[in-house]
């Protein structure tokens, strides 16, 4: 039977970069420590990967080592070929907001982590969502929701579809104890945007 070919501390004959089309390859290989000359490591390239994953560009990232083809055959093998294959993250093309009637669209673009001819990052998605979820909170609007819709994704487009709800008002304010003061001037001191009822007792004084 043959004997296995081990290919741990062979020399790295040349490292190459496949996939790349948006994404400079020097940027990649920056990352990289696995370098010509040097003796293949398996465990220095998984932490080529790692790193080149770090540029968060990229949806998968994956080493390959392989010998020449024309070492294919020959039982002495001079080196070694190290290839990192990575699939891209898909560009933005353009960031849409619908169903804001509260806020207008630069307010809402503003405070907004994606752009436009960026990678499509779920991560920031979801924080951005969180977001404007937030920013409607803040203006009364508790019952708010924002969706992301997945089929516009697949197509690089980033829309949030927002259900703004009804926004929470005060519906009566009494006073009870206002003995010197009269409610009409209590009601013009008070600033409140609560969504509940308000009561207060006791005497006021000046």
Do not use: C
């Not at 370098?35 to 998968?60: C, H, K």
């Not at 294919?72 to 070929?81: E, F, H, Q, T, W």
């Not at 197509?155 to 409610?183: C, L, M, W």
């Amino acid at each position: 039977p043959s004997t296995p070919i081990t290919l741990e501390g062979l020399p790295i004959l040349r490292v190459e970069v496949v996939g790349a089309t948006r994404t400079d390859n020097r940027l990649i290989l920056d990352q990289v420590r696995a370098q010509p000359g040097q003796n293949y490591s398996r465990q220095q390239v998984d932490v080529d990967v790692r790193s080149i994953a770090s540029l968060d560009r990229f949806v998968t990232v994956r080493g390959e080592i392989f010998p020449p083809t024309d070492d294919v055959g020959d039982n002495k093998i001079k080196g070694v070929v190290v290839r990192f294959i990575v699939e891209e993250r898909p560009i933005v093309s353009v960031v849409e907001i619908r169903g804001n009637r509260a806020f207008k669209d630069p307010e809402i673009r503003d405070a907004l982590i994606a752009k436009g001819g960026g990678a499509i990052d779920p991560f920031s998605i979801e924080t951005d969502r969180q977001t404007i979820v937030k920013m409607y909170q803040k203006k009364g609007y508790d019952q708010a929701s924002v969706a992301v819709d997945p089929d516009a994704l697949k197509q690089g487009i980033i829309r949030y579809q927002i259900t703004e709800g009804p926004r929470a008002h005060i519906a009566h304010v009494r006073f009870d104890g206002n003995a010197h003061i009269k409610s009409d001037v209590l009601k013009f001191k008070i600033q409140s945007h609560a969504s509940f009822w308000f009561f207060r007792k006791g005497i006021l004084e000046e």
